[in-house]
Protein backbone atom coordinates (compact mmCIF):
# COMPACT_ATOMS: atom_id res chain seq x y z
CA UNK A 1 0.00 0.00 0.00
CA UNK A 2 1.35 3.61 -0.95
CA UNK A 3 0.01 6.76 0.37
CA UNK A 4 1.31 10.44 -0.99
CA UNK A 5 1.00 13.09 0.92
CA UNK A 6 2.69 16.76 1.01
CA UNK A 7 1.94 18.49 -2.24
CA UNK A 8 0.26 21.99 -2.27
CA UNK A 9 0.77 25.13 -4.04
CA UNK A 10 4.26 27.16 -4.34
CA UNK A 11 5.80 30.18 -5.73
CA UNK A 12 8.23 29.75 -8.06
CA UNK A 13 11.92 29.15 -6.31
CA UNK A 14 9.97 27.46 -3.42
CA UNK A 15 10.19 24.28 -1.93
CA UNK A 16 8.20 21.18 -1.23
CA UNK A 17 8.59 17.80 0.67
CA UNK A 18 6.11 15.13 -0.63
CA UNK A 19 6.12 11.62 1.46
CA UNK A 20 4.92 8.08 0.61
CA UNK A 21 4.04 6.15 3.68
CA UNK A 22 4.54 2.25 2.28
CA UNK A 23 4.28 -1.22 3.39
CA UNK A 24 4.36 -4.50 2.10
CA UNK A 25 7.43 -3.91 -0.15
CA UNK A 26 10.00 -6.99 0.14
CA UNK A 27 13.26 -7.38 -1.20
CA UNK A 28 12.04 -8.65 -4.44
CA UNK A 29 10.03 -5.19 -4.88
CA UNK A 30 12.52 -2.97 -3.31
CA UNK A 31 12.75 -0.71 -6.32
CA UNK A 32 10.81 2.42 -5.46
CA UNK A 33 10.41 5.71 -7.02
CA UNK A 34 8.72 8.94 -7.63
CA UNK A 35 6.65 9.77 -10.92
CA UNK A 36 4.69 12.72 -12.19
CA UNK A 37 2.19 13.36 -14.80
CA UNK A 38 1.80 17.32 -16.19
CA UNK A 39 -1.52 17.85 -17.90
CA UNK A 40 -1.37 16.76 -21.64
CA UNK A 41 1.92 15.23 -20.89
CA UNK A 42 2.99 11.13 -20.51
CA UNK A 43 3.74 10.49 -16.74
CA UNK A 44 7.37 10.12 -16.34
CA UNK A 45 10.39 8.52 -13.65
CA UNK A 46 11.78 11.87 -11.65
CA UNK A 47 13.82 9.62 -8.92
CA UNK A 48 14.55 6.16 -7.98
CA UNK A 49 16.12 3.78 -5.32
CA UNK A 50 16.14 0.22 -3.57
CA UNK A 51 14.95 0.85 0.13
CA UNK A 52 17.19 -2.17 0.86
CA UNK A 53 20.28 -1.90 -0.73
CA UNK A 54 22.73 1.36 -0.70
CA UNK A 55 24.10 3.66 -3.26
CA UNK A 56 21.05 2.93 -5.48
CA UNK A 57 19.62 6.57 -5.51
CA UNK A 58 19.77 8.43 -9.37
CA UNK A 59 17.56 11.15 -10.40
CA UNK A 60 16.45 11.82 -14.08
CA UNK A 61 18.32 14.86 -15.75
CA UNK A 62 15.75 17.21 -15.34
CA UNK A 63 15.32 17.53 -11.23
CA UNK A 64 19.46 16.78 -10.64
CA UNK A 65 20.51 19.35 -8.33
CA UNK A 66 16.87 20.46 -7.30
CA UNK A 67 15.22 17.34 -6.07
CA UNK A 68 16.46 14.50 -3.62
CA UNK A 69 15.00 11.27 -3.11
CA UNK A 70 15.30 9.49 0.44
CA UNK A 71 14.14 6.79 2.49
CA UNK A 72 13.11 6.56 6.16
CA UNK A 73 13.77 3.15 6.50
CA UNK A 74 12.46 3.67 10.44
CA UNK A 75 8.93 5.17 9.63
CA UNK A 76 8.66 3.20 5.77
CA UNK A 77 8.33 6.49 4.25
CA UNK A 78 9.87 7.24 1.12
CA UNK A 79 10.26 11.24 0.41
CA UNK A 80 10.91 13.14 -2.34
CA UNK A 81 12.43 17.01 -1.31
CA UNK A 82 11.56 19.42 -4.03
CA UNK A 83 14.18 22.69 -4.11
CA UNK A 84 14.10 25.53 -6.74
CA UNK A 85 11.16 24.34 -7.80
CA UNK A 86 9.67 25.68 -11.21
CA UNK A 87 6.40 25.92 -13.13
CA UNK A 88 7.17 23.05 -15.65
CA UNK A 89 7.59 21.15 -12.34
CA UNK A 90 3.36 21.66 -11.79
CA UNK A 91 2.15 17.88 -12.19
CA UNK A 92 0.14 15.13 -9.96
CA UNK A 93 3.06 12.90 -8.32
CA UNK A 94 3.27 9.45 -8.20
CA UNK A 95 5.21 7.04 -5.49
CA UNK A 96 5.42 3.42 -7.22
CA UNK A 97 7.16 0.05 -6.26
CA UNK A 98 8.69 -1.96 -9.02
CA UNK A 99 11.14 -5.13 -9.24
CA UNK A 100 13.98 -3.24 -10.98
CA UNK A 101 15.17 0.17 -11.65
CA UNK A 102 14.96 -0.95 -15.81
CA UNK A 103 10.97 -1.47 -14.68
CA UNK A 104 10.79 1.97 -13.31
CA UNK A 105 12.48 3.98 -15.79
CA UNK A 106 9.81 2.34 -18.31
CA UNK A 107 7.49 3.57 -15.99
CA UNK A 108 6.03 0.07 -15.68
CA UNK A 109 5.75 -0.36 -12.04
CA UNK A 110 3.65 -2.98 -9.90
CA UNK A 111 1.98 -0.73 -7.71
CA UNK A 112 1.17 3.18 -7.65
CA UNK A 113 -0.12 5.49 -5.06
CA UNK A 114 -3.11 7.88 -5.81
CA UNK A 115 -0.92 11.04 -6.64
CA UNK A 116 -0.45 14.37 -4.94
CA UNK A 117 -1.03 17.99 -6.63
CA UNK A 118 1.98 20.11 -7.12
CA UNK A 119 1.52 23.30 -8.52
CA UNK A 120 4.31 25.85 -9.08
Sequence with gaps: Q????GGGSVQTGGSLRLSCAHSGV???????????EAPGKQR?????????AANTV????????????????????LHLQMNSLKPEDTAVYYCAV????YDLQKVR????GQGTQVTV
Excluded at 2 to 5: A, M
Excluded at 26 to 36: A, D, L, V, Y
Excluded at 109 to 112: E, G, Q, R, Y
Design 2 to 5: LVES
Design 26 to 36: TRSTGWMGWFR
Design 44 to 52: EGVAYLNIY
Design 58 to 77: SHEDSVVGRFTISNDNAKNV
Design 98 to 101: GESL
Design 109 to 112: PKCW
